[in-house]
């Protein structure tokens, strides 16, 4: 939950109103990420995949770089691994995160999620993302 809270901490406060989980006891210290940050949260039903679609498909997604055999456990930074380990650990997930935010989407009219995120966020601001073509 650390890490969500670090990840989404500087966004504005529109852009982490509200999160949705699914049901994995990795959330179960969901109390914090509200207390913290006043994001609120929310949970997926029980077997009820099409609740969180955007995860399923995003996850389809970073398979091609973590694939299912791979044990993820590895990458995650233990007490006894030096520092250089973990920043390279970090590295990585950012750069998978980075790819995957900068895939142009078909569902997105071939934008990518960065793109829209960022239209989003001007909008709600009052700002145009672009300059108006004259």
Not at 19 to 28: L, Q
Not at 58 to 82: E, F, M, Y
Not at 102 to 128: I, Y
Request: net charge positive; glycine share 6%.
């Amino acid at each position: 939950m650390g890490k969500i809270m670090k990840a989404v901490r500087d966004l504005p406060h529109l852009a982490r109103k509200s999160i949705t989980f699914d049901r994995g006891t990795e959330f179960v210290s969901w109390p914090h990420l509200q207390a913290k940050l006043g994001t609120q949260t929310w949970f997926c039903d029980p077997s009820s995949p099409w609740q969180k679609g955007t995860v399923e498909n995003t996850n389809r997604r970073a398979r091609r770089w973590l694939p299912r055999k791979r044990d993820i456990t590895a990458l995650t930074p233990s007490h006894g691994l030096q520092a250089n380990h973990c920043r390279a650990v970090d590295h990585d997930l950012k750069m998978i995160s980075d790819r995957l935010n900068a895939t142009p989407r078909k569902c997105l009219g071939w934008k990518t999620p960065a793109e829209v995120f960022r239209e989003k966020m001007m909008e709600e601001m009052g700002r145009r993302p672009y300059p108006r073509s004259q």
